[in-house]
T-cell receptor, first 116, second 112 residues
């Protein structure tokens, strides 16, 4: 069965420091994609970064990078130089790319608080 | 270009009434998805459309829930005889084929 696990319900970080949000996944399918979304208090889901299972290099998008360790089935999000506006819920999600699957499977989320 | 839009943004209804939630996907996106998010929880998949057909309805929680999509564009999620446990945020997303799903702002449904 496919599953996403986010073990940190809440995280704190000081402004300008880096923070890592953990995500582990479970699938037996070799072809999948991993996503991180940010959900501020306003409720919208904002796409941050994507990593494909066959991608050789870790994905980066500005201050966001994905620490992809395939053997450990982990896809942690690293936010560098945290800003107050980074305070939000963060969701890790997986999409199976083979066959007829099209639904994103979400973790329970991690609430990040950035302190000044 | 315009993102995914949803209406209404908020809906309060009485138990037993029917509600319709609307989603306008990003123009050109072939796939459309509905998810539900209960308070403090992650997103649960409800249904997926490819074009106007729904190859995966596995997440619909009961036969009170139905959805349709017309013109490979707008989709409507209908909940009949609403119950208090239906209170949640209903999020719509769209994508081109299996690429990144982009979400709308959601409809916050409260059933009294």
């Amino acid at each position: 069965a496919q599953k996403i696990t986010q073990t940190q319900p809440g995280m704190f970080v000081q402004e300008k420091e880096a923070v890592t949000l953990d995500c582990t996944y479970d699938t037996s399918d070799p072809s999948y994609g991993l996503f991180w979304y940010k959900q501020p208090s306003s409720g919208e889901m904002i796409f941050l970064i994507y990593q494909g299972s066959y991608d050789q290099q870790n994905a980066t998008e500005g201050r966001y990078s994905l620490n992809f360790q395939k053997a450990r089935k982990s896809a942690n999000l690293v936010i560098s130089a945290s800003q107050l506006g980074d305070s939000a819920m963060y969701f890790c999600a997986m999409l199976i790319l083979s066959g007829g699957y099209n639904k994103l499977i979400f973790g329970a989320g991690t609430r990040l608080a950035v302190h000044p | 270009g315009a993102g995914v839009s949803q209406s209404p943004s908020n809906k309060v209804t009485e138990k037993g009434k029917d509600v319709e939630l609307r989603c306008d996907p990003i123009s050109g996106h072939t796939a459309l998805y509905w998810y539900r998010q209960r308070l403090g929880q992650g997103l649960e998949f409800l249904i997926y459309f490819q074009g106007n057909s729904a190859p995966d309805k596995s997440g619909l929680p009961s036969d009170r829930f139905s959805a349709e999509r017309t013109g490979e564009s707008v989709s409507t999620l209908t909940i009949q005889r609403t119950q208090q446990e239906d209170s949640a945020v209903y999020l719509c997303a769209s994508s081109f084929l299996k690429e990144t799903q982009y979400f709308g702002p959601g409809t916050r449904l409260l059933v009294l």
